[in-house]
């Protein structure tokens, strides 16, 4: 059955230091992947998402990630961390019965940032 | 502003009250979703609407009851619920069901919901 792990329950790090949130995935075809954000008292926003081509992809607010389909992993990464960024970081993977099915979506239970000044 | 837009934003409920969540999405979409947020757990898809049609039902428990009068609306009603129903429900939009490419759900800000 398709998954996705995201280890990090709670990552801290200073303003202006790097950051990579890490996901893994179980999925057997292509997979389609994203990341969402969500800040306090609000809703999911898509941050970046890969559906083919090019595996490091660039998203909104400074954020990129990477497709390692060797390792099984979409990791999210920021070069300097703005505490704007404290927020819940959900990876999710797109799963369907077709191959370009990604109407059904597949949640980690999300890594929390909290940043310090 | 992410186009879709939930009422209430809080809401706390008796077990015995009945009650409605309301999601309308401005974005032109044809497929509609309801998701549960607990804490600690990942979202759990509940029902999926394609042109206001039905087309999964995630074996939610029948005291919640949805409704999609038109591409636009999206309603979750509510009755006899227990504590453990509390959560963060949010809807979302995409484009349409099975769009070769890919599909991107847009969420709503949710309804936290409380029951007492």
């Known amino acids: 059955a398709q998954s996705v792990t995201q280890p990090d329950i709670h990552i801290t790090v200073s303003e202006g230091a790097s950051l990579e949130l890490r996901c893994n995935y179980s999925?057997?075809?292509?997979?389609?992947l994203f990341w969402y954000v969500q800040s306090p008292g609000q809703g999911l926003q898509l941050l970046l998402k890969?559906?083919?081509?090019?595996?490091l992809v660039q998203g909104i607010k400074g954020f990129e990630a990477e497709f390692k389909r060797s390792q099984s992993s979409f990791n999210l990464r920021k070069p300097s961390v703005h505490w704007s960024d404290a927020a819940e970081y959900f990876c999710?993977?797109?799963?369907?019965?077709?191959?370009?099915?990604?109407?059904?979506?597949?949640f980690g239970t999300g890594t929390r940032l909290q940043v310090f000044p | 502003e992410t186009g879709v837009t939930q009422t209430p934003r809080h809401l706390v409920m008796g077990m015995t009250n009945k009650k409605s969540l309301k999601c309308e999405q401005h974005?032109?979409?044809?497929?509609m979703y309801w998701y549960k947020q607990s804490a600690k757990k990942p979202l759990e898809l509940m029902f999926v609407?394609?042109?206001?049609?039905?087309?999964e039902n995630n074996s939610v428990p029948s005291r919640f009851s949805p409704e999609c009068p038109n591409s636009s609306h999206l309603f979750l009603h509510l009755h006899t619920l227990q504590p453990e129903d509390s959560a963060l429900y949010l809807c979302?939009?995409?484009?349409?069901?099975?769009?070769?490419?890919?599909?991107?759900?847009?969420f709503g800000a949710g309804t936290r919901l409380s029951v007492l």
């Open positions: 979302a939009s995409s484009q349409g069901l099975g769009r070769e490419g890919g599909n991107i759900q847009y």
């Open positions: 999925y057997g075809a292509t997979p389609y």
């Open positions: 890969y559906f083919s081509g090019d595996t």
């Open positions: 999710a993977v797109g799963a369907g019965e077709r191959s370009y099915n990604t109407d059904k979506l597949i």
């Open positions: 974005l032109g979409h044809n497929a």
């Open positions: 609407y394609s042109l206001e049609e039905r087309v």
